[in-house]
């Protein structure tokens, strides 16, 4: 029967190779796919991925900032006309006000 440290050893030496032949398979995939590409004349462009020297940027769908086009005079408060209106802009038309007279 093996000891602990015996199969520690074991363990460690699967996992060196593990690791080996995880890297060795990933080098191979990688000449493999660089090869095609070659073949067929195509780059990261053409498969709808980025180059590595192109900066990453912000997609459409993470949205950002928008202009404000409308504003409160008597609090500063704005609204870019997307989603619900605010309360102070609803309370205002409800009193009889247009949204023309807040726009920026």
């Known amino acids: 029967m093996a000891t602990l440290q015996e199969l520690l050893d074991q363990r460690a030496a699967l996992e060196r ?3 080996e032949t995880r890297r060795n398979e990933r080098a191979e ?8 590409m070659s ?3 195509l780059s990261l462009a053409d498969l709808g991925g980025r180059s590595a020297g192109s900066p990453r940027t912000k997609s459409a769908a993470t949205g950002g900032k928008v202009a404000a086009k409308y ?3 008597a609090t500063g408060e704005t609204w870019s ?3 619900l209106q605010p309360k102070w802009l609803k309370a205002a038309l409800a009193a009889g006000r247009k949204i023309e007279e807040f726009a920026v």
């Open 71 to 73: 504003r409160n005079a």
């Open 17 to 19: 190779q593990i690791e």
């Open 29 to 36: 995939a990688v000449a493999k796919v660089r090869a095609l």
């Open 81 to 83: 006309g997307r989603g």
């Open 39 to 41: 073949e067929h004349g």
